[in-house]
């Protein structure tokens, strides 16, 4: 009965280097969203995905982020050329099929991310 | 203007007492209202979620709804030590979008 899960659970990297962040949603759950959370912040809503499918990725910035959820294996979120700016906690949520405004969303551990 | 803001704390009560946690959205067609908590270097747990206006109790938690004033809150009942946390209220929008206030923290005191 695993819940969401995230790996890395911390990641250092240099500027300028890459970063991959996986997330394997909830059994029985398609439906994927990121979100980052910066220091004494709340969360902020990243991009939704369904499986092949970016639904809306408006809260993620247009440079240097992408994200992916393939047919096969664990959703990516990806950030290029990494800045100290990029440190924060990254969240993963899933949902069960179906778009439902009632739908709770379930978060993982999430993926501590520090750039030197 | 923020899309869900929570009053800012810190706020500390006594082992026993209420902790009362309040929350506005600016979106008046949200249908969907969360509360979420987090220790520190955790992730969201979900509490209490609620859809309809009125109350509803969840052990010693009970979250409260009025649409017509755009406020949730969450009262915490007999405050226990480990109830000490942040509080995240969550507003779902565009249907999946959770937006987030920036969190109340509880401490309570033994």
């Known amino acids: 009965n695993a819940g969401v899960m995230q790996n890395p659970r911390h990641l250092v990297r240099r500027r300028g280097q890459e970063a991959r962040l996986r997330c394997s949603p909830m059994k029985g759950h398609s439906h994927v969203y990121w979100y980052r959370q910066l220091p004494e912040e709340g969360l902020k809503f990243m991009v939704y995905?369904?499986?092949?499918?970016?639904?809306?990725e408006s809260g993620m910035p247009k440079e240097r982020f992408s994200a992916e959820f393939p047919k096969e294996g664990p959703s990516i979120l990806r950030i290029q050329q990494v800045v100290r700016g990029d440190s924060a906690a990254y969240f993963c949520?899933?949902?069960?099929?179906?778009?439902?405004?009632?739908?709770?969303?379930?978060f993982g551990p999430g993926t501590r991310l520090t750039v030197l | 203007q923020k899309e869900v803001e929570q009053n800012s704390g810190p706020l500390s009560v006594p082992e026993g007492a209420i902790a009362s946690l309040n929350c506005t959205y600016s979106d008046r067609g949200s249908q969907s209202f969360f509360w979420y908590r987090q220790y520190s270097g955790k992730s969201p747990e979900l509490i209490m979620s609620?859809?309809?206006?009125g109350d509803k109790e969840d052990g010693r938690f009970t979250a409260q709804l009025n649409k017509a004033s755009q406020y949730v809150s969450l009262l915490i009942r007999d405050s226990q030590p480990s109830d000490s946390a942040t509080y995240l209220c969550?507003?779902?929008?565009?249907?999946?979008?959770?937006?987030f206030g920036a969190g109340t923290t509880v401490t309570v005191r033994a």
């Open positions: 609620i859809y309809s206006n």
């Open positions: 995905l369904q499986k092949e499918n970016i639904i809306d």
């Open positions: 969550a507003v779902n929008m565009d249907d999946y979008k959770l937006s």
């Open positions: 949520a899933s949902s069960p099929p179906g778009v439902l405004s009632t739908d709770t969303q379930y």
